[in-house]
């Protein structure tokens, strides 16, 4: 809510059906902050993460460039995915063996909490 405040445009990028995802934001209050970015499976499961293809879409979408771009995610395919399509990544992982799996993927930048990313977007909002 506060990137979508500060005027961040969102997407979301997900190797899940694009409406279970919506249904997941509709349930958090969230839909608004991504609709109708949010880019999942399609029929070709070989553009699913770490296929860039999902993440593409996004930016085409948004009209953003991948150098002003960020993309946080949790999993290996994700950075994987952020890493062909040219955009900086930042690792989300909730405990130590999901952020070392990261690391081991190449994450370089691992975070446990978005909090502090949240107070720098607050002091600039």
């Given amino acids: 809510r ?3 405040a500060v005027g961040a445009h969102l997407a979301v990028t997900t190797n899940n059906s694009p409406a279970v995802a919506s249904r997941y934001l509709a349930t958090r209050g969230l839909t608004t902050c ?3 970015h ?3 499976r399609t029929q070709d499961l070989h553009l699913l993460k ?5 993440v593409q879409r996004a930016l085409g979408a948004l009209g953003a460039t991948p150098g002003a771009s960020l993309m ?3 999993t290996p395919s994700d950075f994987e995915a952020a890493t ?4 900086a990544f930042l690792g989300y992982a909730r405990n130590e063996r999901k952020a070392k799996v990261l690391r081991e993927a190449g994450a ?3 975070v446990s909490s978005l909090e502090p990313l949240l107070g720098v977007l607050r002091e600039r909002g």
């Fill in 2 to 4: 506060t990137w979508y």
């Fill in 34 to 36: 991504f609709a109708p």
């Fill in 38 to 40: 949010i880019y999942g």
């Fill in 50 to 54: 770490p296929h860039p293809h999902c």
């Fill in 72 to 74: 946080i995610g949790d």
């Fill in 84 to 87: 062909a399509a040219g955009i």
């Fill in 108 to 110: 370089e930048t691992v």
